[in-house]
């Protein structure tokens, strides 16, 4: 089948991460043809960085879906399925001309992912358009109910120890005595406080902050020998993936590295992105529900402690019952998603 993605970037990284690891998972391991339409190709590209040309799958400017070449004028270029990512609307022409050549299209709405019960109950409801499409939500989730998680690739584990091109020179730095901890946060995260008090630990810290995170910090932030900071290059999605294998500790961002950390079977948290009306509480709640449900107190009050920035000397002990956690709770989500997760479940929804 034919397949169009569309994808407005809000959030940077994320909603482009999570568009390319879908039409990526569609096309090698689902054999589907696929084009993914971006409004921002500078930044999907440094998430590809080389990975093209692959078979069945190409790239697109957001307008070039009203190029001549590329539009629905026939049958034979129309789609079958359209995805429109967290929501965005398609292009007015692209969709008049996809009306016209194949008005057995199906549009798929993706939403965001989401551990909150209700989430099952709206999963793959219809939705009644004007222009007599089909038209469907379609809610990533946790449960069997849902459409399920984007696992794809699943790493080993261990991965392999060599590092990849974009880390090589900085992994010679890393100290092998030294606790590992990746960090991609949001601006607003109180981030120079938390690494004062890690410091503060009898313990060698290297410390990798994620592109533009130097920004974060107070260029007067002085921390003692034992923790060292490295400022990674804005580096290739496979690459962060690698990552977040290698390190003791994660702080991830957005909903792909989310994922990514709970695949990497370490301790994480998840700095959630912070919303007026406190949504992201609920869903932080709806997450560790599910994260601790066997975990000992200790461990549930020290997840919950560090998914407020709580000072690290409060909860750092608990960190190797939290791996042991972390394991476990891998090899639960890849036995749920057995059956391919969310590209698998798409596809079975449209056939």
């Not at 994808?7 to 999570?18: E, L, P, R, S, W």
């Not at 709806?286 to 066997?294: P, R």
């Not at 000397?313 to 608990?318: G, N």
Request: charged content about 15%; some cysteine.
């Amino acid at each position: 089948m034919r397949w169009d993605i569309f994808c407005q970037i809000v959030d940077n990284f994320g909603d482009a991460g999570v568009c390319w690891r879908l039409a990526r998972s569609l096309a090698i391991r689902h054999k589907q043809v696929v084009r993914l339409f971006c409004d921002d190709l500078t930044t999907l590209n440094l998430l590809v960085s080389g990975q093209l040309p692959m078979m069945g799958l190409t790239i697109h400017a957001w307008e070039a879906s009203s190029n001549p070449l590329l539009n629905n004028t026939s049958a034979q270029m129309a789609p079958d399925v359209v995805i429109e990512a967290f929501g965005c609307e398609l292009p007015q022409a692209y969709l008049t001309n996809l009306v016209i050549a194949n008005h057995q299209a199906v549009l798929i709405n993706l939403e965001y992912l989401s551990a909150e019960a209700w989430v099952g109950e709206y999963h793959a409801k219809a939705s009644p358009q004007a222009h007599g499409l089909a038209k469907y939500f379609f809610f990533p989730g946790f449960q069997a109910n849902t459409g399920g998680l984007l696992i794809d690739p699943v790493l080993p584990i261990p991965t392999i120890a060599a590092p990849p091109a974009s880390l090589a020179s900085l992994w010679q730095q890393m100290r092998p005595t030294a606790q590992r901890i990746s960090i991609f946060c949001y601006p607003t995260a109180p981030l120079q406080e938390w690494l004062k008090n890690l410091a503060t630990l009898d313990a060698e810290y290297d410390v990798l902050l994620t592109f533009d995170h130097a920004s974060y910090l107070n260029q007067a932030l002085i921390l003692p020998e034992s923790m060292r900071l490295h400022f990674l290059p804005f580096i290739p999605q496979d690459d962060y993936d690698w990552l977040l294998h290698q390190c003791d500790f994660n702080i991830v961002r957005g909903e792909d590295s989310f994922v990514r950390a709970q695949l990497a079977a370490k301790p994480f948290f998840w700095n959630i992105y912070p919303q007026d009306d406190l949504a992201h509480e609920v869903k932080l709640k709806a997450f560790l529900d599910l994260y601790l449900e066997n975990a000992s107190p200790a461990l549930i009050s020290a997840c919950w402690q560090a998914s407020k920035w709580a000072s690290p000397t409060v909860w750092w002990a608990l960190l190797p019952e939290w791996e042991t956690h972390a394991k476990l709770w891998r090899t639960k989500l890849l036995a749920e998603q057995a059956d391919g997760g969310l590209a698998a479940r798409l596809l079975r929804f449209i056939e």
